[in-house]
């Protein structure tokens, strides 16, 4: 599985920014998808999830009712995208995309995301 991530950038403190990450390649598996981050001199944490279908959605209390997932199952490749709302210089780090069966994890390449005060 290739996950491909994009939209990251600089923003100001409050503004709002989309991330979204393609998988492709071996789409037999119902893949849960998630976003991690790691900020400069941190560990790698957890943002969000969602399950294969999109019904549950997971987020880190860090930003639940700022950030929300979604995801569109196509044929070939899953597109999964982070709206970020409000955001904080504490949300600046490098965002990952993750695929997940029960017994794998695939990751994407990251996308900096800077938010300056």
């Known amino acids: 599985v290739q996950l491909q991530a994009s939209g990251g950038g600089l923003v100001q403190a409050g503004d709002s920014l989309r991330l979204s990450c393609t998988a492709s390649?071996?789409?037999?598996?119902?893949?849960?998808m998630g976003w991690f981050r790691q900020a400069p001199g941190k560990e790698r944490e957890y943002v969000a999830g969602i399950s294969w279908s999109g019904s549950s959605t997971y987020y880190d209390d860090s930003v639940q009712g700022r950030f929300i997932i979604s995801r569109i199952n196509a044929r070939d490749t899953i597109t999964v995208s982070l709206q970020m709302n409000n955001l904080k210089p504490e949300d600046t780090a490098v965002y990952y995309c993750s695929a997940e069966t029960p017994n794998k994890v695939y990751w994407g390449q990251g996308t900096l995301v800077t938010v300056s005060s």
């Open positions: 390649g071996n789409m037999y598996n119902r893949y849960r």
